[in-house]
T-cell receptor, first 114, second 115 residues
């Protein structure tokens, strides 16, 4: 079965703190793809990153970084020096060549307080 | 490049009424998706089109939901008759090609409230 688990329902931090959002996935496919999306209060899901299962290199983009570990089936997302504009719901998703759909986790609501 | 367009943004109807949502994908994107997002949950795929053909509609409640994509561009999702549990945000997304490996780009969604 394919599944994405985001165990953290809600996280609240103070501006400038670092925060890590956890994502654990399940799939039997050897080739798969992992995504992170941001959903601000406006409601539109914004694509952040895609990783394929053969590339375990960590990625950094400005204040954002992603840690992909196949050994623990995790694809965690860290925001460094958080800002109020980072407040949103963040979704992790799983895609596979064997299926056309994306499987989303239930999301983590991040609140960054000034 | 214009993003995915959806209308209306908000709709309130009474149960047993019908409603329709419209989506215009990113230009050149062959694949179009409709998702249902219930409050507090992640999006759930309802139906996927490749050009104007249906690729996956396994989770579409076909007794009340229907969707079409004429000419392989715009799409309409209809609910008839609506139930209280249909209250949700309906998201449209598009991607260049079909497949779980490609990122999907989402529209702003239509928030439906059924009273």
């Amino acid at each position: 079965a394919q599944k994405v688990t985001q165990a953290q329902t809600e996280i609240s931090v103070v501006e400038k703190e670092d925060v890590t959002l956890d994502c654990v996935y399940e799939t039997r496919d050897t080739t798969y793809y992992l995504f992170w999306y941001k959903q601000p209060p406006s409601g539109e899901l914004v694509f952040l990153i895609r990783r394929n299962s053969f590339d375990e290199q960590n990625e950094i983009s400005g204040r954002y970084s992603w840690n992909f570990q196949k050994s623990t089936s995790s694809f965690n997302f860290t925001i460094t020096a958080s800002q109020v504009v980072d407040s949103a719901v963040y979704f992790c998703a799983l895609g596979m060549d064997s299926s056309y759909k994306l499987i989303f986790g239930s999301g983590t609501r991040l609140l960054v307080r000034p | 490049e214009a993003g995915v367009a959806q209308s209306p943004r908000y709709k309130i109807i009474e149960k047993r009424q019908s409603v329709a949502f419209w989506c215009n994908p990113i230009s050149g994107h062959a694949t179009l998706y409709w998702y249902q997002q219930i409050l507090g949950q992640g999006p759930k795929l309802l139906i996927q089109f490749q050009n104007n053909g249906v690729v996956d509609d396994s989770q579409l409640p076909k007794d009340r939901f229907s969707a079409e994509r004429l000419k392989g561009v715009d799409s309409t999702l209809k609910i008839q008759p609506a139930k209280l549990e249909d209250s949700a945000v309906y998201l449209c997304a598009s991607s260049r090609v079909a497949g779980g490996s490609y990122e999907q780009y989402f529209g702003p969604g239509t928030r439906l409230t059924v009273t």
